[in-house]
């Protein structure tokens, strides 16, 4: 586990990883997804952790997962930053993407 200040920020935030997530919480409700360090596949993107929503994916979170196949984005998740999935592709086909509608 991290505990680091955010600049601009009086709380302390926590980066942690859930089944294969790496989540960064900033204390309050809503949680962020800052990486991705599992295998790939089918990936579902959990709407919450411990009781807190899954808000958004950051820039660099997925880089380079070659291995994924399928990604799933729940309707929680209202913020994706640029880049998020930059070079996610396998080799031989595109993955397919599904976000479940508000």
């Given at each position: 586990m991290i505990v680091s200040l955010?600049?601009?920020?009086?709380?302390?935030?926590?980066?942690?990883?859930?089944?294969?997530?790496?989540?960064?919480?900033?204390?309050e409700m809503a949680l962020e997804i800052i990486g991705y360090d599992s295998d790939g596949g089918?990936?579902?993107?959990?709407?919450?952790?411990?009781?807190?929503?899954?808000?958004?994916?950051?820039?660099?979170?997925?880089?380079?997962?070659?291995?994924i196949t399928s990604i799933t984005i729940p309707s929680s998740v209202t913020l994706i930053d640029d880049f998020a999935f930059i070079t996610?592709?396998?080799s031989n086909q595109?993955?397919?993407?599904?976000a479940t509608p508000p």
């Open positions: 955010v600049p601009g920020e009086s709380q302390a935030s926590t980066e942690y990883v859930h089944d294969g997530f790496k989540i960064l919480d900033g204390g089918d990936i579902i993107i959990p709407d919450e952790v411990d009781g807190k929503v899954v808000t958004s994916i950051r820039y660099d979170a997925f880089f380079s997962c070659q291995s996610v592709s396998p595109s993955p397919s993407w599904a």
